[in-house]
């Protein structure tokens, strides 16, 4: 550590130079007209970290403080307002002190007893930087840019393939991960090496400007000491700030920042608090006891239950990785590394080599790489103090679990839909609408929910699963219990300090592809608790359990059963979230606690009063979702970097399509029999629509269908239950397939009708082939207003450009309020809306 003083910096105070920071501790006479505070040879340091504090005496001579400012400013020191007032004598108080830097300080004041004048203290924050770079990733659909840097990969693997040979799996993972971020260089989003608006630079520019033609001289040294301050400065030095500010002098850099606001966490609760709600506490042990105790377990009971010898999880090829690659997601986020899907996609032959060896090499050595280990959260707020976390782990690691659910065969009940091939909420939820309909207001339906589900999973009892009951080989549950062993997670922000991880003693990891199938291997037994005359009286989608009967005894014997698996298996139900419905108050108790009726019953995201699926509130829902979702949707268009989108009209289409019509459709496919439900729902997507594009609100329904290539909800409805119903037939032992050939309420008859009437509709056609002519037919019907006027039988919306869009909503504003068919076409006519 080196201090030492350093001479003719100052003629009015001390200078020490501390390892890469200057100190400048200043007194100034109160008597002294002096300016030039700082000399020349500060400016061989600018380079480093300068803080100049102390007595300047300038209150009363504003003039003079102007000069000192200037003064400072060449140095590229800007002055940080204190807050307080810094000495005080008698009834007097004032601020003679001033603090200047130019790099990040936090100051403080701390009064000292007998003495008039306050301490100043002055901290230089330290912070790490663990967001991981941003990118352009939509530079990559540019076909020059991508085979570019596909070729840089390409370059950086074959370079590096003798080394790979003799890497460890940790070692090899990293490389990889290192040539991809490299590569990735040319879509990095970096940060500029100056900010163009910072005060500082703007003043002293100011001064050059007025020295452009009066003093040559003093116009090239300013000139030269601006070029200086812009490479001096970086984005973490001072704030960002608005062009209008550029006039600022230097010293009301701080009114800036006071009206930029603080860099602050949007959430109340600290890191550490935030990581303990979100990760439940326990004992770590070390990833090697737990394989040496599984192995152990094996050893003692391989005789009794004879254990699968043959291992399921074999080697992948290249073939299968590269398949896989293809059809991975777009726009997924990556992990802390930043690495995402688009860049696996874009990948050469010999990097997807290299990592089909990485991935077979974990499978030999049950080696996991320490960056498959660390993941980040991002809390998501659900409302005031309660967040939602969303473990972001790496892509490579997501790869590498989906090629593991490829080669293994897990065996559920029937009773659980979460997470399977071909299975869906509506499977529970359209088989509990059949029965209640069925059960004519009889039925008691109770739903349950489990404390922190997937983060208490017992994992000691889920390694015995694996083996007793899935049949896994011993390497295979090892393999498993490395992935999920002692996985560690932070929450990384900007400017936070340093980076604070937590291991996770117990569950399954957040974020994992695996983990919700081992969760539903790990709560599949809980069948075995119930009595076999009660098991088709429940339902299971993952960790959202609900259970019906028409008598309270097998309620709460069933109720009992679930609760000893839970007892069993270390987890608990939360009484508070836990809720029944019935036509009377009942009497239901979980752990001695009374849960309370809720009427209509939520069950995945579904709404179901004591005789079917609940129109009311569930149409509430929607309107609810739908409005909020367009309101969001409407505001992004409003932003300026819009305005010169030519195809603005069809981008809110596709916006509202991805965005807004989801939430109808959730509900559209469960209750689409209801002709209540299908014309309020209209009624919501043209109202929405109206919004989205500032149309008059009782604009007849047929031109809007007309204009837009979109199906209303009655047809839509039509076709999304064709394709429920199709799967349906597709499905083998399932309590749906079940239940729809077997039993015949209002809703599977539908179904079926539908079914029968679209299959004779378009025979000779696979159920694919249906559902794309059907969507078709439909926008046919909508356009046949448009059809019979030679005029307008040549709109098409998607040619349609923003100016000539522009021209339909005049004729449909709200100011105009025109509402009749006939007036609107002609107006159409007159303005030749065709025209592209």
Same mark, same amino acid.
């Given at each position: 550590?080196?201090?030492?003083?350093?001479?003719?910096?100052?003629?009015?105070?001390?200078?020490?130079?501390?390892?890469?920071?200057?100190?400048?501790? +200043?007194?100034?006479?109160?008597?002294?007209?002096?300016?030039?505070?700082?000399?020349?040879?500060?400016?061989?340091?600018?380079?480093?970290?300068?803080?100049?504090?102390?007595?300047?005496?300038?209150?009363?001579?504003?003039?003079?403080?102007?000069?000192?400012?200037?003064?400072?400013?060449?140095?590229?020191?800007?002055?940080?307002? =204190?807050?307080?007032?810094?000495?005080?004598?008698?009834?007097?108080?004032?601020? %003679?002190?001033?603090?200047? /830097?130019?790099? %990040?300080?936090?100051?403080?004041?701390?009064?000292?007893?007998?003495?008039?004048?306050?301490?100043?203290?002055?901290?230089?924050?330290?912070? !790490?930087?663990?967001? %991981?770079?941003?990118?352009?990733?939509?530079?990559?659909?540019?076909?020059?840019?991508?085979?570019?840097?596909?070729?840089?990969?390409? !370059?950086?693997?074959?370079?590096?393939?003798?080394?790979?040979?003799?890497?460890?799996?940790?070692?090899?993972?990293? =490389?990889?991960?290192? @040539?991809?971020?490299?590569?990735?260089? $040319?879509?990095?989003?970096?940060?500029?090496?100056?900010?163009?608006?910072?005060?500082?630079?703007?003043?002293?520019?100011?001064?050059?400007?007025?020295?452009?033609?009066?003093?040559?001289?003093?116009?090239? &040294?300013?000139?030269?000491?601006?070029?200086?301050?812009?490479? *001096?400065?970086?984005?973490?030095?001072?704030?960002?700030?608005?062009?209008?500010?550029?006039?600022?002098?230097?010293?009301?850099?701080?009114?800036?920042?006071?009206?930029?606001?603080?860099?602050?966490?949007?959430?109340?609760?600290?890191?550490?608090?935030?990581?303990?709600?979100?990760?439940?506490?326990?004992?770590?042990?070390?990833?090697?006891?737990?394989?040496?105790?599984?192995?152990?377990?094996?050893?003692?009971?391989?005789?009794?239950?004879?254990?699968?010898?043959?291992?399921?999880?074999?080697?992948?090829?290249?073939?299968?990785?590269?398949?896989?690659?293809?059809?991975?997601?777009?726009?997924?986020?990556?992990?802390?590394?930043?690495?995402?899907?688009?860049?696996?996609?874009?990948?050469?032959?010999?990097?997807?080599?290299?990592?089909?060896? #990485?991935?077979?090499?974990?499978?030999?050595? !049950?080696?996991?790489?320490?960056?498959?280990?660390?993941?980040?959260?991002?809390?998501?707020?659900?409302?005031?103090?309660?967040?939602?976390?969303?473990? =972001?782990?790496?892509?490579?690691?997501?790869?590498?679990?989906?090629?593991?659910?490829?080669?293994?065969?897990?065996?559920?009940?029937?009773?659980?839909?979460?997470?399977?091939?071909?299975?869906?909420?509506?499977?529970?939820?359209?088989?509990?609408?059949?029965?209640?309909?069925?059960?004519?207001?009889?039925?008691?339906?109770?739903?349950?929910?489990?404390?922190?589900?997937?983060?208490?999973?017992?994992?000691?009892?889920?390694?015995?699963?694996?083996?007793?009951?899935?049949?896994?080989?011993?390497?295979?549950?090892? #393999?498993?219990?490395? #992935?999920?062993?002692?996985?560690?997670?932070?929450?990384?922000?900007?400017?936070?300090?340093? @980076?604070?991880?937590?291991?996770?003693?117990?569950?399954?990891?957040?974020?994992?592809?695996?983990?919700?199938?081992?969760?539903?291997?790990?709560?599949?037994?809980?069948?075995?608790?119930?009595?076999?005359?009660?098991?088709?009286?429940?339902?299971?989608?993952?960790?959202?359990?609900?259970?019906?009967?028409?008598?309270?005894? /097998?309620?709460?014997?069933?109720?009992?059963?679930?609760?000893?698996?839970?007892?069993?298996?270390?987890?608990?139900?939360?009484?508070?979230?836990?809720?029944?419905?019935?036509?009377?108050?009942?009497?239901?108790?979980?752990?001695?606690?009374?849960?309370?009726?809720?009427?209509?019953?939520?069950?995945?995201?579904?709404?179901?009063?004591?005789?079917?699926?609940?129109?009311? &509130?569930?149409?509430?829902?929607?309107?609810?979702?739908?409005?909020?979702?367009?309101?969001?949707?409407?505001?992004?268009?409003?932003?300026?970097?819009?305005?010169?989108?030519?195809?603005?009209?069809?981008?809110?289409?596709?916006?509202?399509?991805?965005?807004?019509?989801?939430?109808?459709?959730?509900?559209?496919?469960?209750?689409?029999?209801?002709?209540?439900?299908?014309?309020?729902?209209?009624? +919501?997507?043209?109202?929405?629509?109206?919004?989205?594009?500032?149309?008059?609100? *009782?604009?007849?329904?047929?031109?809007?269908?007309?204009?837009?290539?979109?199906?209303?909800?009655?047809?839509?409805? &039509?076709?999304?239950?064709?394709?429920?119903?199709? *799967?349906?037939?597709?499905?083998?032992?399932?309590?749906?397939?079940? /239940?729809?050939?077997? =039993?015949?309420?209002?809703?599977?008859?539908?179904?079926?009708?539908?079914?029968?009437?679209?299959?004779?509709?378009?025979?000779?056609?696979?159920?694919?082939?249906?559902?794309?002519?059907?969507?078709?037919?439909?926008?046919?019907?909508?356009?046949?207003?448009?059809?019979?006027?030679?005029?307008?039988?040549?709109?098409?919306?998607?040619?349609?450009?923003?100016?000539?869009?522009? $021209?339909?909503?005049?004729?449909?504003?709200?100011?105009?309020?025109?509402?009749?068919?006939?007036?609107?076409?002609?107006?159409?006519?007159?303005?030749?809306?065709?025209?592209?």
């Amino acid at each position: 550590m080196e201090v030492r003083k350093l001479e003719n910096i100052t003629t009015a105070g001390l200078c020490i130079k501390h390892d890469q920071t200057i100190l400048v501790f +200043i007194y100034r006479e109160h008597s002294s007209s002096e300016e030039k505070i700082l000399n020349e040879e500060l400016s061989s340091y600018t380079d480093a970290n300068i803080i100049c504090i102390g007595d300047y005496n300038l209150e009363q001579r504003a003039n003079l403080e102007q000069d000192v400012l200037n003064n400072h400013a060449k140095y590229g020191l800007a002055e940080v307002n =204190l807050h307080t007032k810094t000495f005080i004598h008698n009834e007097k108080s004032s601020t %003679p002190d001033k603090v200047f /830097a130019n790099c %990040p300080v936090i100051t403080d004041i701390k009064t000292i007893e007998n003495i008039n004048h306050k301490l100043i203290v002055a901290l230089l924050p330290k912070a !790490q930087k663990c967001e %991981p770079p941003k990118y352009k990733i939509n530079l990559i659909k540019n076909s020059d840019i991508r085979n570019m840097i596909t070729k840089k990969i390409e !370059q950086y693997t074959e370079r590096s393939i003798n080394i790979l040979k003799f890497l460890n799996v940790n070692n090899k993972c990293l =490389l990889l991960h290192s @040539i991809l971020i490299k590569s990735m260089r $040319r879509i990095e989003r970096r940060e500029r090496l100056h900010d163009r608006s910072n005060p500082i630079i703007q003043h002293v520019r100011k001064l050059r400007d007025k020295a452009r033609k009066t003093n040559a001289k003093e116009y090239d &040294e300013l000139r030269r000491e601006v070029k200086k301050l812009a490479k *001096r400065f970086d984005n973490s030095s001072l704030p960002r700030t608005n062009l209008r500010y550029t006039s600022l002098q230097a010293s009301e850099l701080e009114k800036v920042i006071l009206f930029n606001g603080k860099t602050e966490r949007k959430h109340t609760k600290n890191i550490r608090e935030l990581l303990d709600s979100f990760i439940l506490d326990g004992n770590i042990k070390e990833t090697e006891k737990t394989i040496k105790e599984i192995k152990n377990f094996y050893g003692k009971t391989n005789m009794k239950h004879n254990y699968n010898q043959q291992d399921m999880i074999t080697s992948f090829t290249l073939a299968e990785v590269s398949a896989m690659i293809k059809n991975l997601k777009s726009g997924k986020s990556g992990g802390i590394t930043g690495i995402r899907n688009e860049f696996l996609k874009i990948c050469p032959e010999n990097f997807i080599n290299e990592l089909t060896n #990485l991935y077979n090499a974990i499978l030999d050595t !049950q080696q996991i790489p320490d960056s498959w280990k660390r993941h980040k959260i991002k809390p998501i707020p659900k409302d005031k103090d309660n967040f939602r976390p969303i473990a =972001l782990i790496e892509q490579t690691r997501k790869l590498f679990e989906k090629l593991l659910l490829t080669k293994i065969d897990i065996k559920l009940h029937r009773q659980q839909t979460g997470f399977r091939a071909k299975h869906s909420t509506i499977n529970h939820a359209l088989a509990l609408d059949t029965i209640l309909r069925h059960g004519n207001g009889k039925y008691i339906c109770v739903t349950l929910d489990i404390k922190k589900a997937y983060d208490s999973v017992f994992r000691k009892n889920l390694y015995k699963k694996l083996l007793r009951q899935q049949n896994f080989s011993i390497k295979d549950t090892t #393999l498993i219990a490395n #992935l999920i062993e002692n996985n560690s997670y932070t929450i990384c922000q900007k400017n936070t300090g340093n @980076i604070k991880f937590k291991t996770a003693a117990l569950g399954l990891p957040q974020g994992s592809i695996i983990s919700p199938i081992l969760f539903n291997i790990f709560i599949n037994d809980i069948i075995s608790y119930i009595p076999k005359k009660y098991r088709y009286h429940i339902f299971l989608y993952a960790d959202d359990i609900v259970i019906y009967s028409t008598c309270m005894v /097998a309620l709460n014997t069933i109720i009992d059963g679930l609760c000893k698996h839970a007892a069993h298996n270390r987890y608990l139900f939360n009484p508070k979230k836990c809720f029944y419905n019935a036509t009377k108050d009942l009497n239901i108790f979980i752990y001695g606690k009374k849960i309370e009726k809720q009427n209509p019953l939520k069950y995945l995201g579904f709404y179901f009063n004591n005789r079917c699926a609940d129109t009311n &509130e569930t149409l509430k829902t929607i309107r609810k979702k739908s409005i909020k979702a367009a309101v969001i949707t409407n505001r992004a268009f409003k932003r300026s970097e819009f305005n010169s989108f030519h195809n603005l009209p069809q981008l809110k289409l596709r916006a509202y399509n991805m965005y807004v019509r989801p939430h109808i459709d959730y509900h559209a496919v469960l209750l689409g029999c209801n002709t209540t439900f299908n014309t309020a729902a209209d009624r +919501i997507q043209k109202g929405v629509i109206k919004f989205m594009y500032n149309i008059y609100y *009782r604009t007849p329904s047929k031109i809007i269908y007309a204009l837009f290539p979109i199906e209303s909800i009655p047809q839509r409805v &039509e076709r999304l239950r064709y394709s429920l119903g199709e *799967r349906i037939l597709q499905m083998k032992k399932t309590i749906i397939r079940f /239940a729809f050939l077997r =039993l015949f309420s209002k809703n599977i008859r539908n179904i079926k009708n539908g079914i029968k009437t679209i299959r004779k509709k378009f025979p000779n056609m696979d159920a694919k082939e249906r559902f794309k002519k059907l969507n078709k037919e439909n926008l046919r019907v909508n356009f046949t207003i448009f059809q019979e006027i030679e005029l307008l039988k040549k709109y098409n919306f998607q040619n349609s450009n923003k100016a000539n869009f522009e $021209r339909i909503t005049r004729i449909l504003s709200p100011f105009r309020k025109e509402k009749e068919i006939s007036e609107i076409l002609n107006l159409f006519q007159m303005a030749n809306i065709a025209r592209p």
